[in-house]
C-alpha cells in the first residue's frame, strides 16, 4: 500500500484546494466562477485542453517509444502510459466539475449530436481513456504480449484523432476568426508533443528523486531533444499566427491578436508564454542538457504552455462580436479567474501527480529499475 | 405548418426597453438575464449626429450554428422555425453560448443557457410576445409567414428588409425593415 511521504505534502494541499473549489462550484455555480455570457469559456477550459492535450503528447511519445525501440526512450514506455492516464483522469475531473451537471453527460449517449466537435471529443477521449486502461492492464500481465501492440497501434490513430479534435472544437467555430480555421488542430497537435514531452520529463525526474537517485541521463537527453525540436516548432508556429493576425484582412481577427501581444493580455504572453515557456527553455536545452537542467526547462514549458492554452481561450472571446454594423462596443470583454478556478485547476495539477505516484508505487512502471543501469545512460545518450 | 418569423423595424425604436423588461417579466427572469437588447449606433459628425436603435435577440436562424455545434441535441430547431432549449439534455458545455454569431445567450443559475424562445407555449395560443404587444410604437412584428395574409406577411411584401450579420450564412429568421425603405 502507498504510504504518505513528505513531498505529497504539496500535491496533497492542492488537492485540498481543489475540493474547496469543487464545493463552491457546486454550490455556486456559474456565480463562482469569472466567466460571463460574453466570454463562457475560462480557466477550467484552458485547463481540461492543457491536460488533455498533454495526456496525448504523453501517450504519443509512449507509443513512439515502444515502435522506435530507442533504448534511451526504453524506460518510459511503462510510464508514459500511467502518467497520460493520470493526466487524462486529472482533466476529466476539472471538465466534470465546469459541466456542473455530469449527469446530463447521459445524453450524450442517447441523443447524439455528430455534427458536434464536443461529441466527438467526448467520443474519442472515452475511447483513449479506455485504451489507455488495457495498454497499463497489458504492460502488466506481459509487456511483450502481442495483444499491446495491437491496442498501442489502435490508440496511436485514437490519440492523433482526439487531440486534432480538440483543436476542432475551436477551429470551426466560424464566429471565432482568432480559433477559426485549419491551423489549431495541427498546433495543439504540435504543442501537446511539447507539453507531454514536459510533463514526461518532469514525472521521470521526480520519480527518481523521491527514490533517492539521479534521473537516467539518456531518457532526460532523449525527451530534451523532444521538447527542443518542438520548441522550436512551436516557435515559429506562434511567430507566424502572429504575423498573420496582425496583417489578416479580418478586423476581428487583427483586435485579437492585438489583444494577445499588445493588449490585455500582452504581459501574460510574453513573460509566461513567450519567455518563461518557450525562450528560457530553448535557451537551457540547447547546451548539452543534464537531467537537471531538462527538468527545469519542463517545469517551465508546462506552466508556458497551460498560459499558452489560457491566453488561446481569451483571446479568442475577447473581441465583441460586429452584430450590429456601426456599433462602438467596449473595447474588449474581460475575464479574471476567481479563487475557485485556480483551486481547481490547481487541484488537477496536485491529483495528477498523486495519481501517477500512486501507480508507480503500485504497479511495476519500471521506474526503479532504471537504477541498476546507472552511469550507463549517458553512453545510451549518444544512441540518441 | 406554421413557420414564425419577426419582422423589426427599428426606425421605431425609441428606446424604453419596455420590450427587454417585458420579456423578464413574462419568463421570471432575474435583472441580469435578458433575452432582447438595445444597441446604440451613432453616426456623423457634430452638429449633424444621429442615434439608431436597433432590438438585438436570438435570430431563431434556419441555419442555426447553436444546433449545429450542441453534443445533446438540447438546442434544437423545431418545424415552426423555432430555435429551443430542452434545459433537461444541456449539458452545460456553453459551445453554443461561443458559436452564436449575436450573442444573445445568457446564463441561468444551473449553468444552462438560456435565449429568446420566440414565447413558444403562448403564440399557439394565439397570443403575441410580450415583447411585441408591450411596444408602444409598433416596432415590431410577429406572426406566420406561411400565412399570405398574416400581418407579417403583408408588411415584408410593402417594405425592403435584411437580415443582421446574413453573411455568416446562418440565415435568421429576424428580419429587419431597411431605412428609408
Known amino acids: 500500500m502507498p504510504k504518505f511521504e513528505r513531498w505529497m505534502a504539496l500535491p496533497g494541499a492542492l488537492v485540498l484546494a481543489g475540493l474547496a473549489g469543487a464545493v463552491n462550484k457546486l454550490v455556486y455555480g456559474e456565480h463562482a466562477l469569472g466567466t460571463t455570457a460574453a466570454v463562457p469559456w475560462g480557466s477550467l477550459i484552458a485547463g481540461y485542453v492543457f491536460f488533455a492535450a498533454a495526456a496525448t503528447g504523453a501517450g504519443l511519445i509512449g507509443a513512439f517509444a515502444h515502435y522506435s525501440n530507442r533504448q534511451a526512450l526504453a524506460p518510459i514506455e511503462k510510464p ?23 449527469l446530463n453527460l447521459v445524453y450524450i449517449v442517447f441523443s447524439p449530436n455528430l455534427h458536434s466537435g464536443i461529441w466527438w471529443m467526448g467520443f474519442l477521449y472515452s475511447i483513449y481513456m479506455g485504451l489507455l486502461m488495457v495498454e497499463c492492464y497489458f504492460s502488466q500481465v506481459d509487456p511483450a504480449n ?54 514526461l520529463a518532469a514525472a521521470m525526474w521526480l520519480s527518481a528523486r523521491r527514490q533517492g537517485r539521479e534521473a537516467d541521463g539518456a531518457v532526460m537527453a532523449a525527451l530534451g531533444r523532444i521538447m527542443l525540436a518542438a520548441l522550436v516548432v ?43 515557456g518557450l525562450l528560457v527553455p530553448l535557451a537551457l536545452l540547447a547546451k548539452a542538457a543534464d537531467g537537471q537542467r531538462v527538468f527545469r526547462a519542463a517545469v517551465m514549458v508546462l506552466i508556458g504552455v497551460f498560459f499558452m492554452r489560457l491566453d488561446f481561450v ?28 485556480w483551486a481547481l485547476t490547481g487541484g488537477a495539477v496536485g491529483a495528477a501527480a498523486l ?30 | 405548418m406554421a413557420h414564425y418569423a419577426m419582422l423589426i423595424d427599428a426606425a421605431r425604436c425609441t428606446g424604453c426597453a419596455a420590450c427587454r423588461v417585458a420579456c423578464q417579466m413574462q419568463w421570471q427572469l432575474p435583472p441580469e438575464v ?3 437588447r438595445l444597441e446604440f449606433r451613432e453616426s456623423g459628425k457634430y452638429p449633424d449626429v444621429k442615434q439608431e436603435i436597433v432590438p438585438v435577440q436570438c435570430m431563431h436562424c434556419d441555419n442555426p450554428p447553436c444546433a449545429t455545434v450542441c453534443p445533446t441535441k438540447a438546442t434544437y430547431k423545431r418545424a415552426d422555425g423555432l430555435v429551443l432549449i430542452d434545459h433537461d439534455k444541456c449539458i452545460g458545455c456553453k459551445y453554443c453560448v461561443v458559436a452564436c454569431p449575436y450573442d444573445v445567450r445568457q446564463m441561468n443559475d444551473r449553468g444552462i443557457p438560456e435565449k429568446c424562445r420566440f414565447c413558444a ?26 400565412d399570405p395574409n398574416s400581418e407579417i406577411s403583408k408588411k415584408m411584401k410593402e417594405k425592403p428588409v435584411y437580415q443582421l450579420a446574413a453573411e455568416k450564412g446562418t440565415k435568421p429568421r429576424v428580419f429587419y425593415v431597411k431605412r428609408g425603405g
Not at chain 1, 246 to 261: F, I, K, N, S
Not at chain 1, 356 to 384: C, I, M, N, Q
Request: glycine share 12%.
Open chain 1, 146 to 199: 502481442k495483444n499491446l501492440k495491437f491496442v498501442s497501434a489502435v490508440a496511436v490513430v485514437n490519440k492523433i484523432a482526439a487531440v486534432c479534435n480538440l483543436g476542432a472544437i475551436f477551429a470551426l467555430i466560424a464566429t471565432r476568426p482568432f480559433w477559426h480555421g485549419f491551423y489549431f488542430p495541427l498546433y495543439i497537435l504540435l504543442t501537446a508533443i511539447l507539453s507531454g514531452a514536459a510533463a
Open chain 1, 234 to 276: 512551436t516557435a515559429l508556429a506562434n511567430a507566424g499566427k502572429v504575423f498573420f493576425g496582425l496583417t489578416g484582412a479580418d478586423p476581428a481577427l487583427r483586435e485579437a491578436t492585438a489583444a494577445l501581444v499588445s493588449g490585455p493580455l500582452a504581459l501574460r504572453f510574453w513573460a509566461l508564454e513567450i519567455g518563461l
Open chain 1, 314 to 341: 481569451m483571446a479568442g472571446q475577447m473581441v465583441p462580436q460586429a452584430v450590429v454594423e456601426g456599433v462602438q462596443h467596449v473595447l474588449m470583454h474581460g475575464y479574471t479567474p476567481t479563487w475557485t478556478e
Open chain 1, 80 to 102: 508514459s502510459l500511467f502518467l497520460a492516464l493520470s493526466l487524462l483522469l486529472a482533466g476529466f475531473g476539472l471538465i466534470g466539475i465546469e459541466l456542473g451537471n455530469p
Open chain 2, 121 to 146: 407555449g403562448f403564440i399557439e395560443k394565439g397570443e403575441q410576445p410580450p415583447c411585441v404587444s408591450t411596444c408602444m410604437n409598433d416596432v415590431r412584428v410577429f406572426g406566420d409567414l406561411d
Open chain 2, 34 to 36: 435578458f433575452f432582447n
Open chain 1, 355 to 384: 495519481l501517477f505516484a500512486f501507480s508507480e508505487t503500485v504497479f511495476d512502471l519500471g521506474t526503479g529499475a532504471t537504477a541498476a543501469r546507472g552511469k550507463a545512460g549517458g553512453a545510451a545518450a549518444a544512441r540518441v
